[in-house]
């Protein structure tokens, strides 16, 4: 009965997105009031019934109930509850699903809490959010069905793949689709805005919030996704720009420049066609994501490896959505006005150059991750990796940083150059001196050294708007900006020392044989087996000594039955100074044991400065709400 609960709230959900849709066009065409007061009670309830659908879901998964097809094929009796609750999402129906889910709830949001725009654009917001979800309702519905079931129930199910069956499953593929649809929903306020030409401040100061939020969780996802894979997958590394990490770095890279740009609008007034159209952007690449992790075309631990038709249905989806907004964009991009202008030299100039840039690195990592697909259209067979990426990238990346340390130090509208090089002093200093130690003491490669120096002066540049305020007073999205770009340098510093301190050893060792890998002595104490809730596993104990300090490790090499794979479960140590990583191989005929060890100095700063960069934006969205509310309370008693 549970499926059957939630096919049903799902068929509702995709009647009240279209009854929503053609409700909004009816007000916007006729004026009409009826229409246009029906519109915010349907995005509400439409909001209830998609997170109906996928309480049901997980409530069959939870229950193990193997009469739904969808569940016998990504689930176990046996299996852990946590797996059973985040295996709803572990799949592509049900991740689907997910996403149409948070799509509809921030529908109902936009519909319960936005009072700033007029009515006429919100109309038009809602219905292009209606839009966007009934073609998605229509997808589930009509290929993707996440409650069909079966005749003959099996008794136990084929199992979750268990390179998913970590905690990482319940935390990073719901950050990333509520990223996802944050985009969404600023899209939709960008084609409310210009279907009513009311593109200016009060829309983006409207949009802001949820592009703040959607960058947010974008940072959150991303950053807890290396992790997890860094971990997981046992090879050592963080970033292998896969193209499905490419899916989500995307819209990140396009979000990240729609962020700064609607800041600008939203306070002084220009960029406008910029912010319409990175907000199309934006969306592009989430769908384009979307796609090419769901339509079968790509192999990866993190694709869901579908069928082509289902494919063509998410690419007529993008072509429909993308398509229609840039005509839109095109037809009415003439009657945006220009806003205030600006010198070059000038805060909103610095945003400009930061948006090409990240416009640039967007380039390169779509044109990377699209080039090998179209090549093998051809019957061509090629492969774009992290050599292209890091040499391309690496150096835009580069500029981009100077441009960080520079923008916030600018002045709004106009600024002296000679003034910005003098408040520029001290991160030029801190760069120069990180530079000359790291070369006389620990010389790295020429990108580490250009990007911990930067780095160094992107810290000190960060920090330098608090220099002579009242820390106490200071605006809280003045400090999530100073967090955020601290970050972006913390993220920096560990990224560099991974590239040019990473020691690695490979080396078939005896029970008691000691290995150095950096400034560790690791021996091999002994192999057992072990079982765990639905694996078994050979467990090596590696003792790492570091001085008079001996740590213990306990890499494992698993096999799941359910379904039958081998994987490595890596054990790491971390210490403030980096991490000690270690994999177990398997056995040769000599009975040695393959070590895969590494010593990664500083590793642990990626991560840091990824929580960094988010927490700065979740201060930035709780300050700039803090001071709208303060606005509205005094308009509201004045």
């Known amino acids: 009965m549970t499926a059957e609960i939630g096919l049903a709230a799902l068929w509702l959900a995709a009647a009240l997105a279209a009854l929503q849709l053609v409700m909004a066009a009816l007000g916007l065409a006729r004026g009409q009031p009826e229409p246009v007061a029906a519109v915010r009670p349907i995005a509400i309830v439409q909001g209830a019934l998609a997170a109906i659908t996928m309480i049901a879901l997980i409530a069959l998964f939870l229950a193990s109930d193997m009469s739904v097809k969808l569940v016998v094929e990504n689930s176990h009796s046996a299996k852990p509850w946590i797996y059973k609750f985040a295996g709803a999402w572990g799949n592509h129906e049900g991740s689907m699903l997910l996403w149409v889910t948070i799509l509809g709830l921030a529908g109902g949001a936009v519909a319960i809490l936005e009072r700033r725009l007029p009515e006429r654009t919100l109309i038009a917001t809602l219905g292009a959010q209606a839009g966007i979800a009934l073609g998605f309702y229509a997808f589930l519905l009509f290929a993707s069905n996440p409650f069909a079931r079966i005749s003959h129930a099996p008794p136990n199910g084929l199992g979750l793949n268990p390179l998913l069956q970590d905690p990482g499953l319940a935390f990073h593929p719901p950050t990333l689709y509520i990223g996802y649809v944050g985009i969404s929903v600023a899209f ?147 009657t945006v006005r220009a806003g205030n202008t600006f010198e070059f030299v000038s805060r909103e100039g610095g945003l400009v150059i930061n948006n090409l840039l990240l416009s640039v690195i967007l380039g390169i990592v779509l044109i990377g991750t699209l080039y090998p697909l179209v090549a093998a259209s051809f019957g061509v067979q090629l492969s774009v990796g992290p050599p292209f990426f890091n040499k391309a990238a690496g150096p835009i990346a580069l500029a981009l940083v100077v441009a960080m340390a520079v923008g916030p130090l600018l002045r709004w509208r106009r600024d002296d150059a000679g003034a910005l090089l003098d408040r520029l002093i001290w991160p030029i200093a801190a760069t120069g001196f990180t530079g000359a130690a790291l070369v006389v003491l620990a010389p790295p490669g020429v990108l580490p050294l250009l990007g911990i120096s930067l780095a160094a002066g992107l810290a000190v540049a960060s920090i330098l708007p608090l220099i002579g305020r009242n820390l106490l007073r200071t605006p809280l999205f003045t400090w999530g900006m100073v967090v955020a770009h601290l970050g972006i340098a913390v993220s920096l510093v560990g990224m560099a020392c991974d590239s040019a301190y990473t020691a690695e050893t490979l080396i078939a060792a005896r029970v008691g044989q000691p290995v150095r890998v950096g400034p560790y002595v690791v021996r091999l104490a002994g192999i057992k087996p072990v079982v765990g809730d639905n694996w078994s596993a050979l467990e090596a104990r590696l003792t790492a000594t570091r001085d008079d300090d001996t740590i213990v490790l306990r890499p494992q090499s698993r096999f799941f039955t359910d379904p039958v794979t081998a994987t490595s479960e890596s054990a790491i140590a971390t210490e403030w100074d980096g991490q000690l990583y270690t994999v177990l191989g398997q056995a040769d005929e000599q009975g040695r044991w393959q070590l895969r060890l590494w010593w990664k100095p500083f590793v642990t700063l990626i991560w840091l400065g990824g929580v960094l960069i988010a927490l700065g934006g979740a201060l930035s969205l709780i300050g700039r709400w803090r001071r709208e509310r303060r606005v509205v309370v005094q308009e509201r008693y004045a």
């Open 188 to 334: 939709s306020f960008a084609v409310g805005a210009l279907i009513t030409r009311d593109v200016g401040p009060a829309f983006a100061r409207a949009m802001r919030p949820w592009v703040l939020a959607s960058w947010v969780f974008l940072t959150l996802g991303i950053t807890a996704g290396s992790y997890w894979a860094y971990y997981e997958l046992g090879w050592g590394g963080w970033w292998f720009w896969d193209p499905v990490e490419n899916a989500s770095l995307m819209p990140w890279l396009a979000a990240t420049a729609l962020l700064h740009s609607v800041t600008v609008l939203a306070t002084r007034d220009g960029l406008r066609a910029w912010t319409v159209m990175l907000a199309v952007v934006a969306f592009s690449m989430s769908m384009i994501g979307t796609f090419l992790v769901r339509s079968g075309i790509l192999t990866s631990v993190h694709a869901f490896a579908v069928d082509p038709e289902r494919g063509a249905f998410i690419l007529a989806l993008l072509l429909i959505y993308i398509g229609g907004a840039l005509a839109l964009f095109a037809a009415r991009i003439g």
